[in-house]
């Protein structure tokens, strides 16, 4: 009931100035008896994955809690896992505003943020406050200003920095907002910058006497050779899992929509099925590798969906701006 009067009032006001007046509130109240409005307990239902036990399988997906300001509240609200992220070795405002833009028919947003974010000291620093005891992702990607010919440099500095914070660490090359950010998902770049990043792994390893898994996040909208080229590397390359996937460039699913035609990344129901099929097309080409879904995830259902496809895991992030807490609870209950 609370939700839905602060979504209704929220749903009124610019999309980013709600975003941020949310994760303002949360990161205030996350440890204060006020945190009830959002506080709940969630069955567990483990799951054995990339060496950790879930205690639950919905996660929230990166981009949400850009800094890591607000991981202890959403904590408490019962994900299974929070990544937080994408962040860049050093802070930067992302692209030009408006950028986020509500399409409520389809419970979907477009949004082209453009990595904007406080910088990786600052995500660690906030890190180091949270009393959150749960799994913990970071996202990590590069500087919009970084050629992408070292771009894996970019990588390797917040590697370096989040890895013996992180439970698992995300490579985002998938990202629609910084300007030739996909071209890393392609040949010699893909294979330049997931040698780099496994090399540091494995130095970092034994440098924390801990590993780290680390994933790769990719697009939806690749055929099905672009897939098996992109899965190859990583497997190739030693990558721990596959994010799957982030957001589109297609509109077929929104056409004649207010804002349909805003450049940026559509998130939400109008990507489930195309993050499925991904998914699904992964799975048949390695048994093996863990898998995260992510993508038009808005009950139990489309969560099953995924995990049917071949997912271990599976985040929600916009679907979660339209529903709140309660589809956490939702999903787990009833899988």
């Known amino acids: 009931?609370?939700?839905?009067?602060?979504?209704?009032?929220?749903?009124?006001?610019?999309?980013?100035?709600?975003?941020?007046?949310?994760?303002?509130?949360?990161?205030?109240?996350?440890n204060t008896p006020l945190s009830f409005v959002w506080k709940q307990t969630?069955?567990?239902?483990p799951v054995e994955v990339l060496g950790m036990t879930f205690p639950n399988p919905v996660g929230l997906a990166a981009g949400l809690d850009k800094n890591g300001d607000c991981i202890d509240a959403f904590g408490q609200m019962g994900f299974g896992f929070v990544e937080i992220g994408t962040v860049t070795p050093v802070g930067q405002a992302g692209n030009p505003k408006p950028r986020i833009f509500r399409l409520p028919e389809q419970n979907a947003i477009i949004n082209r943020m453009g990595f904007n974010n406080h910088g990786v000291d600052n995500l660690i620093e906030n890190v180091k406050r949270a009393n959150f005891k749960g799994i913990l992702g970071i996202n990590i990607g590069k500087n919009k200003d970084t050629p992408n010919e070292t771009g894996h440099e970019d990588y390797v500095i917040c590697m370096q920095k989040v890895y013996q914070y992180a439970d698992y660490i995300t490579v985002n090359i998938s990202s629609p907002n910084t300007p030739g950010l996909r071209d890393l998902q392609f040949g010699d770049s893909l294979n330049v910058l997931l040698s780099a990043v496994k090399q540091q792994q494995t130095l970092l390893a034994k440098?924390?006497?801990?590993?780290?898994?680390v994933l790769v996040k990719i697009a939806p909208d690749m055929d099905e050779v672009a897939i098996e080229q992109v899965v190859d590397c990583i497997v190739s390359e030693g990558m721990d899992g596959i994010i799957a996937t982030n957001t589109t460039l297609s509109r077929d699913a929104v056409q004649g929509l207010k804002h349909a035609e805003e450049a940026g990344g559509l998130s939400g129901n109008p990507v489930k099925d195309?993050?499925?099929?991904?998914?699904?097309?992964?799975?048949?080409?390695?048994?093996?590798?863990?898998?995260?879904?992510?993508?038009?995830?808005?009950?139990?259902?489309?969560a099953k969906e995924k995990l049917a496809a071949g997912a271990n895991l599976v985040q929600v992030y916009t679907n979660f701006i339209?529903?709140?807490?309660?589809?956490i609870k939702n999903i787990v209950n009833n899988l």
């Open 1 to 30: 009931m609370l939700f839905e009067l602060a979504k209704k009032f929220m749903f009124t006001q610019d999309a980013e100035w709600a975003h941020e007046f949310a994760l303002k509130n949360f990161k205030r109240f996350a």
């Open 42 to 45: 969630i069955q567990d239902k």
């Open 207 to 213: 440098e924390h006497d801990k590993y780290v898994p």
């Open 274 to 302: 195309m993050s499925t099929q991904v998914i699904t097309k992964i799975r048949s080409i390695n048994k093996e590798i863990p898998i995260i879904g992510v993508g038009g995830i808005n009950d139990a259902q489309s």
């Open 322 to 327: 339209y529903q709140g807490p309660k589809l």
